[in-house]
């Protein structure tokens, strides 16, 4: 008997998100037990109904039905960027049962808006205050946590570098600024500095009262600005509205792409990332590398170009 015609396509997508840092260890048998099931019914490429079909298996609960049809819709996800042919199933054609939320993964241009919109709050101090904390958590990926605690001393604008101290886990680490940000940072502290001459402690962000910005203070200011500019999910929506926390996400993902992009071996930089999150290992850095279409598809063309070249 022949192997099915998409068991290679099963192997190929596996090694391609174990190269990300996924462990997926449940994966293998369930997605080669769904390239065996379209070839009993005469399949080669995936359709919503297969896919439905194949998962809700009698004697399962709700939650396993929703689990397998998951796990196709990212096998499917990765087949469509291949050949449009395949089928993604929809995320509520199944009930979701009890699972992790996704994260909201900002493009560049809703951070952009979010930024522009924080220029417009009041007062002015709190306005560069909080535009100025959304972009350094942008591109550094750091923990919102992490960033009100920053003190002047952890800000080496000379050298270009931040020091994050003792923070989760008890773990320190530094992060390189580009040029670009020690430019905003420097003027930040200038105008910090002019407002408030005597401010209260040695924080290097200060509330729009001259004391060190709390994190409660800092969610609310972004909770407004999400509602502002439109991102905010509509009344009724079980959506969960975009958070503070994933910018942190979203960076973890457009390092990916940047990598992919570049041709770069994603497997040996992942502790790059790792720590650049604070990460002890990569095994932690799995949770905020979430799949997107776009870098299902970057990373596709990665393999089908692969594909091309084999002799």
Same mark, same amino acid.
């Given at each position: 008997?022949? =192997?099915p #015609?998409? %068991?290679?396509?099963?192997?190929?997508?596996?090694? /391609?998100?174990?190269?990300?840092?996924? $462990? %997926?260890?449940?994966h @293998?048998?369930?997605?080669?037990?769904? =390239?065996?099931? !379209? @070839?009993?019914?005469?399949?080669?490429? #995936?359709?919503v109904?297969?896919?439905?079909a194949?998962?809700?298996?009698?004697? *399962?609960?709700p939650?396993?039905?929703?689990?397998?049809?998951?796990?196709?819709?990212?096998?499917?996800s990765? %087949?469509?960027? !291949?050949?449009?042919?395949?089928?993604?199933?929809?995320k509520?054609?199944?009930?979701?049962?009890?699972? +992790?939320v996704?994260?909201?993964?900002?493009?560049?241009?809703?951070?952009?808006?979010l *930024? +522009?919109?924080?220029?417009?709050?009041?007062?002015?101090?709190r306005a560069?205050? $909080?535009?100025?904390a $959304?972009?350094?958590l942008?591109?550094?990926? *750091?923990r919102?946590g992490?960033?009100?605690?920053?003190?002047r001393a952890?800000?080496?604008?000379?050298?270009?570098?931040?020091?994050?101290?003792?923070?989760?886990f008890?773990?320190?680490?530094?992060?390189? !600024?580009?040029?670009?940000?020690?430019?905003?940072?420097?003027?930040y502290?200038?105008?910090?500095?002019?407002?408030? +001459? +005597?401010p209260?402690?040695?924080?290097?962000?200060?509330?729009?009262?001259?004391?060190?910005?709390?994190?409660?203070? /800092?969610?609310?200011?972004?909770?407004?600005?999400?509602?502002?500019?439109?991102?905010?999910p509509?009344?009724?929506?079980?959506?969960?509205?975009?958070?503070?926390?994933?910018?942190?996400?979203?960076?973890?993902?457009?390092?990916?792409l940047?990598?992919?992009?570049?041709? %770069? @071996?994603?497997?040996?930089?992942?502790? #790059?990332?790792?720590?650049?999150?604070?990460h002890?290992?990569?095994a932690?850095?799995?949770?905020y590398?979430?799949?997107?279409?776009?870098?299902?598809?970057?990373?596709?063309e990665?393999?089908?170009?692969?594909?091309?070249?084999?002799p």
């Amino acid at each position: 008997m022949s =192997a099915p #015609v998409l %068991l290679p396509a099963v192997q190929e997508y596996l090694g /391609l998100r174990r190269s990300f840092g996924y $462990i %997926l260890g449940s994966h @293998d048998r369930p997605l080669a037990d769904f =390239a065996r099931y !379209l @070839d009993r019914i005469g399949a080669d490429t #995936v359709t919503v109904e297969a896919a439905r079909a194949w998962a809700v298996q009698p004697g *399962m609960t709700p939650l396993r039905h929703y689990q397998r049809l998951a796990i196709v819709r990212g096998f499917a996800s990765y %087949l469509h960027a !291949l050949d449009p042919r395949n089928e993604i199933p929809p995320k509520d054609l199944l009930s979701e049962g009890r699972r +992790r939320v996704p994260p909201h993964i900002y493009s560049d241009e809703e951070i952009a808006a979010l *930024m +522009r919109a924080s220029r417009l709050l009041h007062p002015a101090c709190r306005a560069a205050t $909080i535009e100025t904390a $959304i972009g350094l958590l942008a591109v550094t990926g *750091m923990r919102s946590g992490e960033l009100v605690r920053l003190q002047r001393a952890d800000v080496d604008l000379h050298a270009g570098r931040l020091r994050i101290i003792a923070t989760k886990f008890k773990k320190s680490r530094e992060l390189a !600024l580009h040029p670009t940000a020690v430019e905003v940072l420097e003027a930040y502290g200038h105008e910090r500095d002019r407002i408030w +001459r +005597r401010p209260v402690g040695p924080a290097f962000f200060l509330s729009s009262r001259g004391r060190p910005l709390s994190q409660g203070s /800092l969610e609310h200011s972004f909770a407004q600005l999400v509602d502002q500019v439109g991102l905010a999910p509509p009344p009724g929506s079980r959506a969960r509205r975009p958070r503070l926390h994933d910018l942190r996400h979203s960076l973890a993902v457009a390092t990916l792409l940047g990598w992919h992009r570049a041709g %770069l @071996d994603v497997q040996a930089l992942l502790p #790059v990332l790792s720590a650049q999150l604070g990460h002890a290992d990569p095994a932690s850095t799995y949770w905020y590398l979430t799949g997107t279409l776009e870098l299902l598809s970057v990373t596709s063309e990665r393999v089908r170009a692969a594909r091309e070249d084999r002799p």
